[in-house]
């Protein structure tokens, strides 16, 4: 699940937290949550296609 967040700092980031409730990978921080959403949003969206670099 992606989770929307107020950062300490200002502002606004997600998260995506595995079904153990870990948490998997966070964004920046972004200046409004909006963009937040748009970032959920873009990740929902590329995250099937992204090709994995194995750089080990």
Same mark, same amino acid.
């Given at each position: 699940?992606? %989770? #929307?967040?107020?950062?300490? /700092? $200002? $502002? !606004?980031?997600?998260?995506?937290?595995?079904?153990?409730? %870990? =948490?998997?990978?966070?964004? %920046?921080? !972004? =200046?409004?949550? *909006? /963009?937040? *959403?748009?970032?959920?949003?873009?990740?929902?969206?590329?995250?099937? #296609?992204? *090709?994995? !670099?194995?750089?080990?």
């Amino acid at each position: 699940m992606f %989770e #929307i967040l107020r950062a300490s /700092s $200002g $502002g !606004y980031f997600w998260r995506l937290k595995g079904g153990n409730g %870990e =948490t998997l990978c966070h964004s %920046e921080v !972004y =200046t409004s949550k *909006q /963009s937040a *959403q748009n970032g959920v949003d873009a990740a929902k969206r590329l995250a099937p #296609i992204a *090709q994995v !670099y194995d750089k080990a």
